[in-house]
């Protein structure tokens, strides 16, 4: 009896695309679709070409897709894929570079991986992003998406990130501070 692609993991269907079954790829779009367009109008806000983007995104992974290795996890190369995309939307819609430099790449900081205590804790940070989201800079804004909304590990960020683990610690701790701060605020000044 034949294993339906549905039942197989992500990087056996990546076996299976490289071995030229472009159908395994359609169970990969499916997968990934709504995971992508929730990260990206997470991420670039205003943005109305998300859906676009999303598409080019699974155009450069499929094009890329034999040099994935197969013993990894599928899901943080393809956000890897999705971040730069993503990165260059924003700067084509500012026209200006962003300034992605940050000294927390430069020093060494000790790694401390936050867990989430449980669901109600996600659904809490969650409506925190959705609302202050747009209000907080980019290098942290990211860390929360991948973290809380699309609930990859510290490795996985780093990786995709391209940054030390313990900095991904210290803009999580951060990004979460201005957001608590920004809605604080919010709440402050709508009551007076």
């Not at 339906?4 to 993991?9: A, H, M, Q, V």
């Not at 499916?30 to 109305?48: C, I, N, P, T, V």
């Not at 676009?52 to 990894?72: E, G, H, L, M």
């Not at 700067?91 to 430099?101: A, G, I, K, W, Y």
């Given at each position: 009896?034949?294993?339906?692609?549905?039942?197989?993991?992500?990087?056996?269907?990546?076996?299976?695309?490289?071995?030229?079954?472009?159908?395994?790829?359609?169970?990969?779009?499916?997968?990934?679709?709504?995971?992508?367009?929730?990260?990206?109008?997470?991420?670039?806000?205003?943005?109305?070409h998300i859906e676009d983007i999303v598409q080019?995104?699974?155009?450069?992974?499929?094009?890329?897709?034999?040099?994935?290795?197969?013993?990894?996890?599928?899901?943080?190369?393809?956000?890897?894929?999705?971040?730069?995309?993503?990165?260059?939307?924003?700067?084509?819609?500012?026209?200006?570079?962003?300034?992605?430099?940050?000294?927390?790449?430069?020093?060494?900081?000790?790694?401390?991986?936050?867990?989430?205590?449980?669901?109600?804790?996600?659904?809490?940070?969650?409506?925190?992003?959705?609302?202050?989201?747009?209000?907080?800079?980019?290098?942290?804004?990211?860390?929360?998406?991948?973290?809380?909304?699309?609930?990859?590990?510290?490795?996985?960020?780093?990786?995709?990130?391209?940054?030390?683990?313990?900095?991904?610690?210290?803009?999580?701790?951060?990004?979460?501070?201005?957001?608590?701060?920004?809605?604080?605020?919010?709440?402050?000044?709508?009551?007076?």
């Amino acid at each position: 009896m034949a294993i339906s692609e549905e039942n197989l993991s992500d990087e056996e269907l990546v076996a299976r695309v490289q071995g030229n079954n472009e159908m395994a790829f359609g169970v990969l779009m499916k997968r990934y679709q709504d995971r992508l367009l929730r990260y990206g109008r997470r991420f670039l806000a205003e943005h109305s070409h998300i859906e676009d983007i999303v598409q080019d995104i699974f155009i450069r992974a499929y094009q890329n897709i034999q040099s994935f290795d197969t013993s990894k996890r599928f899901s943080p190369w393809l956000y890897r894929i999705a971040h730069n995309a993503f990165v260059n939307a924003l700067r084509t819609r500012q026209h200006t570079p962003l300034l992605f430099m940050n000294f927390d790449t430069l020093l060494s900081h000790p790694t401390y991986e936050e867990k989430l205590e449980n669901k109600e804790e996600a659904q809490h940070m969650n409506a925190m992003l959705e609302s202050g989201l747009n209000t907080i800079p980019a290098i942290y804004r990211e860390v929360l998406i991948l973290f809380y909304g699309e609930e990859l590990r510290y490795q996985e960020i780093a990786d995709i990130l391209h940054i030390p683990i313990g900095t991904v610690g210290i803009r999580l701790r951060r990004g979460k501070e201005l957001l608590k701060k920004l809605l604080h605020s919010a709440t402050h000044y709508n009551t007076h």
